[in-house]
C-alpha cells in the first residue's frame, strides 16, 4: 500500500498468519460501546487487513452489528479509535466514512424499495457525481455526460451479477435472494476501498448462498477490494474468509485463521453456550 | 405511450436514459403538446380554458412541487396552500411596487418562497413525520395570520386582499383567458420538465433514497440535511409559481382565504390519488380533482332536476376522501401506476407470457 509508510506501528496483535502480513486498512483500537447499560462492545480492538477477507462471527446479539454501524459512523463510540490508511476518523459522519471509500449492505438488506435496481446501483454512485443543481435540472453538458458515465459502471456491475433481466423492476418487488444481490451490487458501484458485508447469506437457500460467495470471492480476488463479513453459516465463513474475528458478548474472544478459529476452545465454549451467563 | 417496443433497442445509454425512449412516447409527447399549445387554444371555450384549463394548469404546478417534497423525498407538508400564498403576495409586490417584468416576478415569486420554505424546514433535520407534518401545519396558520394582519403585503389594502395589475410580457397583452391559458401552460411545461430531470438524475435518487431509507442513504454518502432543505426549497419554489400563477391568471381578485389549509389537502389528495413520487401523477391528480365536481354534478343532475348545491358539495367530499382512502390502502402509487400496469399489460397483450 503506498501510504503505509505514514502508518504508525502497527497496533494489532502479532499475527498469526505466517509469513506475509498485509498492512492494515482499518484499525480498530479500544472501541467501546454502551446503550444505557448494555455494553455492545467491549474493548474491540482489531485490524482489517488490505486485500483480506475478514470474517465476524459470535452468537446473536454478541456485538457485530453493532461493530459495523461504528465503522460507518452510525453510533460514535464512548472511547476508542478507528483509524482508516493510518489516519485518525473515529468522529467521521457517515457520508464521510462514504467518502472515504466504505460501503456496506445491511443484515435486513437496506435497499431503496421504491426504485428500480438500476437506480439502486446508481445511487452507490452517489460519491462520483458533482454536477450542480443546475446543471442537474437541465440533464445537460457535464451532468448528462458523468450520469452516462455512471450508466456504464453501473451496467458492468449488473453484467457481473447476472440481474439484467431486473434491471427496471423496483427491488421492493423483487425476492429477497435478489433483493440481496442488489444490495451487494449497489455497495459494489461504490467500488469501495472497504466493503462491510452484514449475514450476506441470511436467509438464502443452497444454490443462492453458492452464488453470493461465488461474487464475493470474485470481488476480492478480481477487483481487489477488502471485505469483512459477518456470516452465521459456518461453512461459508470457513471456506471464503482468509482471518476470522470471534465476538461474544461485546468482546473479542478469539482472532485467526479459519483452521485456528475452529479449533479454539473459547470459540467453542461461546458456541456451544456451555458457560453460565 | 401504451404502444410496443418492437426492436427498438437503444445503442447508447444516452438513448436509453431519454425521457421517452420509445418512439411512439415522444410522438404521443409531440401530439399532446400541439393540443395543448394550438388546438386547446382554438376550440376551448373562455370557461373551459379558464376554470378548467388553467386551473388544471396551476393545481399540477403546485401538486407536482409538492410531490417533489413528498413523494419524491418522503417528507410530508401540509403547509403548501400557505407557500402559494407566499408566491402570490411576492409576485403582486414586485410588480406594484417594482414595476418589474412578469417572468422576473414569478421567478421572484418562486424564489421567495423557496426562501421561506427554506426557513420552515429548518427543524426537518432534527424531527420527522408527525412532528414535522406539524411543523408544517404551523407554516400555514402563521403564513395566512401574516397576509391577514399586515396591509404592508397587501399594499395597504385590508384583511390582504387584492387585485393583481395587468401583465404585459414584451408587448404581448396577457389579458384574455386564452392568453392567460398559454402563460400558464408555457411556465408549467418548462417546470415540468426541470422536475424530471431533477428527479431522474443523482439528486433526485438522493430525494428517493432518503424516502425509502434514510439510514442507508447517509451511509452511501446522502447527507441528509441539504438533500432534505434542497427538497423543501425547490417544492416551495414551485409552489410560489404556482400561487403567483393562481393569483396572476386564475383569480385576478385575490383573498387570503384562497390559500387555506383546505387547499394544502386538496394538494396532498391530488398528489396521492395522482401517485406519490411521480411526476406525471401530480397531472393525473390534478386533473382528476379538477374534473371531479364537475363529473358529480353532471352525473347528479342526471338524476335529479331541484337544486342540490348543499349535497354536491358534500358528495364532493365524500367522493375525495374516499378515493384517497382506497389509493393509500389499495395503490400507493396512485393513478399513474395504475396507468403504467395498464401499460405493461398491453405491451405484452394478447400473449402475455
Ligand atoms: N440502537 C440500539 N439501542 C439499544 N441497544 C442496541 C442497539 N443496537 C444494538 N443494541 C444491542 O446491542 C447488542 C448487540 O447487538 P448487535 O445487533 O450488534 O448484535 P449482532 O451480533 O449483530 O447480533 P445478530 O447476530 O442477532 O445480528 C444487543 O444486545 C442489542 O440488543
Ligand atoms: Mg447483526
Known amino acids: ?277 | 405511450m401504451i404502444f410496443r417496443e418492437n426492436g427498438q433497442y437503444a445503442a447508447t445509454y444516452a438513448k436509453d436514459m431519454r425521457i421517452f425512449r420509445l418512439r411512439e412516447d415522444r410522438v404521443a409527447v409531440a401530439v399532446l403538446l400541439v393540443v395543448a399549445f394550438v388546438v386547446v387554444p382554438l376550440v376551448a371555450n373562455d370557461y373551459w380554458l379558464s376554470s378548467i384549463f388553467t386551473l388544471f394548469l396551476i393545481f399540477s404546478l403546485a401538486a407536482l412541487g409538492l410531490n417533489l417534497l413528498t413523494g419524491y423525498c418522503g417528507q410530508l407538508s401540509l403547509g403548501h396552500a400557505a407557500f402559494m400564498a407566499v408566491g402570490a403576495y411576492a409576485a403582486f409586490n414586485f410588480a406594484v411596487r417594482l414595476e418589474t417584468p412578469v417572468l422576473f416576478n414569478f421567478i421572484g415569486a418562486g424564489l421567495v418562497t423557496a426562501a421561506a420554505g427554506f426557513v420552515f424546514a429548518l427543524p426537518s433535520l432534527r424531527i420527522k413525520g408527525f412532528y414535522l407534518a406539524v411543523t408544517t401545519l404551523s407554516a400555514q396558520f402563521f403564513i395566512e395570520w401574516l397576509f391577514v394582519s399586515f396591509s404592508w403585503f397587501s399594499a395597504g389594502s385590508m384583511m390582504g386582499a387584492i387585485d393583481t395589475p395587468p401583465m404585459r410580457i414584451l408587448g404581448w397583452a396577457v389579458e384574455t383567458p386564452r392568453d392567460k391559458y398559454l402563460l400558464t401552460l408555457g411556465v408549467v411545461t418548462v417546470l415540468a420538465l426541470l422536475a424530471k430531470n431533477l428527479t431522474r438524475g443523482e439528486i433526485g435518487r438522493s430525494w428517493m433514497a432518503i424516502r425509502d431509507l434514510d439510514v442507508a442513504a447517509e451511509i452511501m454518502g446522502v447527507r441528509l440535511f441539504p438533500y432534505k432543505l434542497l427538497a423543501f426549497a425547490v417544492s416551495s419554489f414551485y409552489a410560489g409559481v404556482a400561487g403567483a400563477l393562481y393569483a396572476f391568471c386564475y383569480l385576478g381578485s385575490v383573498e387570503v382565504t384562497a390559500f387555506e389549509l383546505a387547499l394544502s389537502f386538496r394538494l396532498l389528495g391530488m398528489v396521492i390519488i395522482g401517485g406519490l413520487g411521480t411526476i406525471m401523477g401530480s397531472f393525473l391528480g390534478a386533473g382528476f380533482i379538477v374534473l371531479l365536481p364537475i363529473f358529480i354534478s353532471i352525473t347528479v343532475a342526471a338524476f335529479a332536476t331541484r337544486g342540490l348545491t348543499d349535497f354536491l358539495s358534500n358528495l364532493e367530499l365524500i367522493v375525495f376522501g374516499g378515493l384517497i382512502i382506497f389509493f393509500l390502502i389499495v395503490e400507493p402509487y396512485g393513478l399513474a401506476r395504475l396507468w403504467h400496469t395498464t401499460k405493461e399489460k398491453l405491451r405484452l397483450w394478447p400473449f402475455p407470457y
Not at chain 1, 138 to 151: D, H, I, N, S
Not at chain 1, 181 to 193: D, H, I, N, S
Not at chain 1, 211 to 240: C, K
Not at chain 1, 253 to 273: F, K, M, Q, S
Request: net charge negative; proline share 5%; aromatic share 6%.
Open chain 1, 1 to 277: 500500500m503506498a501510504n503505509s509508510t505514514a502508518t504508525t506501528a502497527q497496533s494489532g496483535p502479532p499475527s498469526s498468519v505466517a509469513g506475509n502480513v498485509k498492512p492494515a486498512l482499518m484499525q480498530l483500537e479500544e472501541i467501546e460501546l454502551s446503550f444505557g447499560g448494555l455494553t455492545a462492545l467491549n474493548r474491540v480492538s482489531l485490524d482489517i487487513r488490505s486485500g483480506e477477507i475478514l470474517g465476524i462471527i459470535g452468537p446473536n446479539g454478541a456485538g457485530k452489528t453493532s461493530l459495523l454501524n461504528v465503522i460507518n459512523g452510525v453510533y460514535r463510540p464512548q472511547k476508542g479509535r478507528i483509524l482508516f490508511q493510518g489516519q485518525d476518523r473515529t468522529n467521521y459522519r457517515p457520508h464521510q466514512v462514504a467518502a472515504q471509500g466504505v460501503a456496506r449492505t445491511f443484515q435486513n438488506v437496506g435497499l431503496f424499495k421504491g426504485m428500480t435496481t438500476l437506480d439502486n446501483l446508481l445511487a452507490g454512485r452517489k460519491s462520483f457525481i458533482h454536477t450542480n443543481f443546475f446543471l442537474q435540472a437541465l440533464y445537460w453538458g457535464p451532468a448528462l455526460k458523468t450520469e452516462v458515465a455512471q450508466r456504464e459502471k453501473v451496467e458492468q456491475i449488473i453484467d457481473f451479477l447476472e440481474i439484467q433481466a431486473i434491471r427496471n423492476t423496483p427491488v421492493g418487488t423483487l425476492p429477497y435472494g435478489l433483493q440481496k444481490r442488489v444490495e451487494l451490487g449497489r455497495a459494489l458501484a461504490a467500488e469501495p476501498k472497504l466493503l462491510l458485508l452484514d449475514e450476506p447469506m441470511a436467509g438464502m437457500n443452497l444454490e443462492e448462498k453458492e452464488d453470493m460467495s461465488r461474487f464475493i470471492l470474485d470481488a476480492n480476488e478480481e477487483l481487489g477490494y477488502t471485505i469483512a463479513l459477518i456470516e452465521h453459516d459456518m461453512g461459508v465463513v470457513m471456506d471464503i474468509c482468509d482471518r476470522i474475528v470471534v465476538l461474544d458478548y461485546g468482546s473479542k474472544i478469539a482472532e485467526g485463521t479459519p483452521d485456528e478459529i475452529r479449533n479454539n476452545p473459547d470459540v467453542i465454549r461461546a458456541y456451544l453456550g456451555t458457560d453460565e451467563n
